[in-house]
């Protein structure tokens, strides 16, 4: 990661969204293609959606990221729970994909501890886990493929290499995911990072897909952030970005945000403890709710948009302006204003007829930030 900013210039230029929030809209366009495509293709069930396909034993509906930290290392053979932590680099939530129905774990009894004779025990696939990874497995592939027919083979090509000149710089290998979220929303906490074999080529030769280079930079640019904030990047982009002094009523932040309400009541537990947000009836008597700023949200939302600027600015230090330059040359066409009306990105975005997605109001933003909880994995946090 790159130290500490010399010095920070700040110039007077058009609003544009921060290097930060075009690599995650980016990304969690990306993944919200892939998981309507395998919620069309995939037998599953879902708690408040009903089921798709045959669900006498289908498993519970999970989003892409279940791949990358967990189904993809798990074949026929089993793996055990330490070993599958350290090929990704992320935890996954193991507990979950028992439930779901995705795994079977065998403990290790002679263990000598509980904890110990889970991480030693072995993960093998289920009936639905293994139909899962048949469809997982070439849907990455498939939906870049779509992105370069949709918007430029050369412009998809630039940006991989944009991205791959950057983290190919890091200093240890990142996961190829974003990590699941931990207490406080932290993204740094969820990553088991490994030494990088020999950067820069390292990266190129692993030949990462676009959505696992877009995770790795996240991460990186996520990590440095919160090592020097109070507040976790995915609180401080989504939730704090669209809160005001005046206040905003609670059921309008998801459009606001592009987060679930879910999260959002998350981040709001920790934004209330720190002293930063109040709530209260929009008036005497009412049953709206509005979420205000105080005088310390205030000047945690002014130093987190301020961090953000000056993360992006010492990368062009350490990483090159010209690298930088590279980066957000394709990303700011590809996203746009990052909404539905100016954004690209959301003509990707239609799900199928019998979505779980097309029962649910369309967002009107994606998220500064992908919102990645232990419920599934999903990019906004539904």
């Not at 919200?32 to 495509?37: A, G, K, Q, R, S």
């Not at 791949?67 to 290392?73: E, G, I, P, T």
């Not at 439930?99 to 993960?123: H, M, P």
Request: proline share 7%; glycine share 8%; net charge positive.
């Amino acid at each position: 990661m790159c130290g500490p900013a010399r010095h920070v210039k700040i110039v007077p230029m058009e609003p544009r969204l921060p290097l930060s929030a075009l690599l995650s809209q980016a990304l969690v366009a990306f993944t919200i293609e892939f998981d309507n495509e395998a919620d069309r293709r995939l037998a599953h069930r879902t708690t408040r959606h009903g089921s798709h396909g045959d669900s006498l034993h289908a498993p519970w509906l999970v989003s892409m990221v279940m791949w990358f930290n967990c189904m993809k290392f798990i074949g026929e053979e089993g793996i055990s729970v330490r070993e599958l932590v350290r090929l990704a680099r992320t935890k996954t939530n193991f507990h979950g994909m028992l439930r779901w129905g995705y795994v079977t774990l065998e403990r290790n009894l002679s263990a000598r501890s509980k904890k110990e004779s889970i991480s030693s025990g072995i993960l093998r696939p289920t009936i639905a886990g293994k139909r899962a990874r048949e469809i997982w497995g070439p849907l990455v592939g498939e939906i870049e493929r779509r992105w370069q027919q949709r918007f430029g083979e050369k412009e998809v090509a630039n940006l991989g290499e944009a991205l791959e000149a950057i983290a190919g710089q890091f200093q240890a290998e990142l996961p190829d995911c974003m990590p699941i979220l931990n207490y406080g929303l932290t993204t740094s906490d969820g990553v088991v990072a490994l030494p990088s074999p020999s950067p820069p080529a390292g990266i190129a030769a692993l030949r990462l897909p676009l959505v696992s280079l877009l995770a790795r930079v996240l991460i990186a640019f996520a990590t440095e952030f919160e090592h020097e904030s109070e507040l976790s990047l995915a609180i401080s982009a989504n939730v704090l970005r669209v809160l005001s002094e005046k206040g905003e009523r609670l059921r309008d932040l998801p459009v606001l945000s592009g987060v679930s309400k879910e999260s959002i009541s998350m981040a709001m537990g920790i934004l209330r403890k720190k002293r930063m947000v109040t709530i209260e009836p929009e008036a005497p008597g009412s049953r709206t709710k509005v979420a205000r700023l105080t005088s310390k949200g205030l000047e945690a939302q002014g130093a987190s948009q301020r961090l953000i600027a000056s993360i992006e600015n010492r990368w062009q230090d350490c990483y090159g302006e010209a690298a930088i330059g590279a980066l957000r040359e394709p990303l700011e066409p590809l996203v746009g204003g990052g909404t539905a009306d100016s954004s690209p990105l959301f003509r990707g975005l239609d799900p199928h007829p019998g979505g779980w997605r097309a029962s649910v109001p369309k967002p009107k933003t994606l998220p500064h930030y992908p919102m990645v909880l232990h419920r599934g994995g999903y990019p906004d946090g539904s």
